[in-house]
């Protein structure tokens, strides 16, 4: 998207064109401003990060105890809660999405298909704190009874017992994943369906003239050929659930461990820096600042492992 | 591509929203007042903009509204958002004045920008113990058993130390659940100083705007947040400001003062906590678990921070007429909003701090 191609030769405009370097120019000048901003971001942040980073050095990323009135920023804790609620939430989200998806391309009369898209799409333009006010007022309340339930259950069988085990607590890791599940179904759901689209009918209808059944149809033809963008759908949901910020802050509960109890509270890197910079200064302010800056490499890592699955596989595609 | 769509319109609508924002002010300030000169000097016209602690906050706002009709030339900005940001806006004079729960850290001092900087005391308002049990009305604590509470070490109401302050109480053998802050709060700072100051031997959690809470705390965002917990949850206690307790009606404690009274949270109490705490040279002082037998002792207290070199003359005569205006009529506005107004003594001490600002 950032990478500017000369144009092709052979295909220059007999006339004058200064219109077109006019635009190349100007375009360029937008493609290059895009990485100046994300490269003064990343400067300016770490800049500001410095003093906790130089204070707490390694210990800032290894140690989980965070207690600013103490003076100890270690960060670990958040970036547990954030990767395990993005996992719970991937979890959920990935197989209802393409399973919405399939159903819409797949299997959906023409007309539900509009009415079933434009409500996905009105849910992908909810605000963020509507889900969290929800999610802390209504799911939060009501979801502590499944938990117990659940946790009864599942408590004693050894080793996933330990996931569920221990008092169950309606603001915990596992409602924030539910709600962020929630929120980036939507965003997967749509990516998913744009790329169901684009397998040509003919490698479909090949698949139903060899006696495939609807399924071994969408596993023949329509996953192979869509793998690499679905990869990438499920990559830019995970960007966003890993950046959703005052949701998953409402009902995570705050407290910084690391536990494998998903019934218990978390937290997560932007809902900290989201509740806590109001009232911080000095290093503590500092130590917030150096986690956004975790934040925004996590992100950055995601979205680049994304792109380099997507191009992989158009490659492997091309060959 | 539609990912990268969406950002832009937005950025679009902020800018929008600045650009409207941005025209309102200026219209604001071109404005000539109109009325009558009264007995008070009429200010000419400047804006203030300031920020910081939240707490106080309401009663900022009917000042700030009650001095727009007497001042009409001046518009005041106070724009909330923590103590924290106050104190580092005003450190990189991004503010005029700040509103802060807390003092300045010896460290931070030198940092600031404008060189030296005044504290003005302006209310307080008792923070409550709140708990929601149907049955037990009048809830007797002290502190060390308040401190346990929090860090469940008593973990349901009948237990033997609750039981020995009320004696006359049937207390059911209901858990207790914790309701504490999610975000980082002076209130939070101040309810565990006082513990800090009145249970020092049991408190091990020290104090602060955000503090090791226990995992199995409840987490609530804002005063409201924790009133919603403890109002929701039947065997919930948590610290919340008065006027938000009053607004969930929820029922408080009453706390065992450091004269071994038993004190309810009133207005009164923290009047007397305000009479009962040592004021310093710079007007900081702490009324947590203040002496004097009427004395509530989780008392809050809260300053605004202005330097004291101003730069811009009518900036200056507004910022003192402001505070001047607070510090007179605004403290009748204390009382309906929740606020204890400050006693006499140190009102006529913070007046006379005003003087003390040099303007251009």
């Keep these: 998207m950032t990478t500017t191609t000369p144009p092709p030769t052979g295909l ?39 003093p906790a980073l130089q204070a707490e050095g390694l210990g800032f990323l290894t140690s989980a105890r965070w207690a600013p009135n103490e003076g100890r920023f270690g960060a670990l804790a958040f970036i547990y809660g954030t990767m395990v609620i993005s996992a719970i939430a991937l979890v959920f989200a990935v197989p209802v999405s393409i399973g919405i998806a399939l159903f819409l391309t797949e299997v959906a009369p023409r007309r539900l298909r509009k009415v079933v898209s434009y409500v996905i799409d009105l849910l992908a333009a909810v605000p963020s704190v509507v889900y969290g006010l929800w999610g802390v007022l209504v799911l939060s309340a009501v979801i502590v009874d499944a938990y117990d339930a659940v946790g009864r259950v599942l408590a004693p069988v050894p080793l996933v017992g330990r996931l569920f ?42 698949a139903v003239a060899l006696g495939a059944t609807r399924w071994e149809m969408i596993r023949g033809a329509v996953f192979p050929h869509s793998r690499s963008g679905m990869v990438g759908a499920v990559m830019l949901g995970l960007g966003r659930a890993m950046g959703e910020t005052i949701a998953a802050a409402l009902v995570i509960g705050s407290s910084p461990r690391i536990s494998a109890q998903l019934f218990g509270p978390g937290d997560a890197l932007p809902s900290v820096i989201a509740f806590q910079f109001g009232e911080a200064s000095g290093t503590y302010r500092s130590a917030l600042i150096a986690l956004g800056v975790i934040l925004f490499a996590m992100t950055i890592i995601v979205n680049m492992a994304a792109r380099v699955i997507v191009n992989r596989g158009q490659e492997a595609r091309a060959a | 591509m539609i990912r990268s769509a969406f950002p832009f319109g937005r950025l679009l609508a902020v800018l929008a929203a600045f650009a409207l924002v941005a025209a309102g002010c200026g219209g604001a300030d071109d404005t000539v007042g109109t009325q009558a000169d009264s007995e008070t000097p009429r200010l000419a016209s400047a804006t203030l903009n300031a920020s910081g602690a ?94 346990k509470i929090f860090q469940r070490q008593i973990t349901t109401w009948d237990d033997a130390a609750i039981k020995a302050l009320n004696p006359d ?192």
Excluded: H
């Design chain 2, 169 to 360: 109480a049937r207390l059911p053998s209901t858990p207790i659940t914790v309701a504490r802050r999610s975000d980082g709060s002076g209130t939070t700072e101040n309810f565990t100083k006082y513990l800090v100051s009145a249970a020092p031997s049991t408190w091990t959690l020290k104090s602060g705007s955000t503090v090791e809470w226990p995992a199995d705390t409840q987490a609530g965002n804002g005063n409201n947040g924790v009133a919603g917990i403890v109002k929701g949850t039947v065997g919930a206690v948590g610290y919340v400001d008065l006027s938000d307790a009053k607004a969930s009606s929820l029922q408080f404690a009453t706390l065992k003062n450091a004269a071994g009274k038993f004190v309810a949270p009133t207005l009164d109490g923290t009047s007397a906590a305000l009479e009962g705490a040592t004021v310093n040279a710079d007007l900081s002082y702490d009324p947590l678990n203040a002496k004097g037998e009427k004395a509530y002792p989780i008392a809050a207290p809260t300053w605004i921070l202005v330097y004291k070199n101003q730069t811009d003359k009518a900036k200056a005569e507004a910022l003192k007429g402001f505070l001047t205006y607070l510090l007179n009529d605004g403290q009748d506005l204390a009382e309906d909003a929740d606020y204890a107004p400050l006693p006499k003594s140190l009102k006529d001490k913070a007046l006379a701090q005003l003087n003390s600002i040099v303007i251009p």
């Design chain 1, 165 to 206: 085990e221990g008092p169950a607590n309606g603001r915990s890791l596992f409602t924030a994943g539910l709600i962020l599940a929630l929120m980036i179904t939507p965003i997967i759901t749509a990516i998913t369906r744009e790329i169901f689209d684009t397998v040509p009918q003919g490698q479909k209808e090949a």
């Design chain 1, 12 to 50: 220059q405009p007999a006339r004058s064109a200064r219109g077109d370097t006019a635009f190349r120019a100007a375009s360029f000048l937008c493609g290059f401003t895009v990485l100046a901003i994300l490269g003064l971001i990343a400067v300016s942040m770490t800049q500001k990060a410095l």
């Design chain 2, 54 to 147: 939240t707490f106080p906050m309401a009663f900022y706002e009917e000042v700030i509204a009650s001095f727009k009709e007497a001042q009409p030339s001046v518009t005041v900005n106070y724009a909330g958002g923590g103590s924290g940001k106050g104190r580092q806006e005003l450190q990189d004079g991004l503010v005029d004045f700040a509103g802060s729960d807390g003092l300045v850290k010896a460290e931070d001092v030198p940092k600031y920008k404008n060189g030296e900087f005044l504290y003005v005391p302006t209310v307080t308002a008792p923070i409550t113990v709140s708990y929601n049990l149907p049955d037990v009305k009048d809830m007797k604590l002290d502190a060390d058993t308040v401190a």
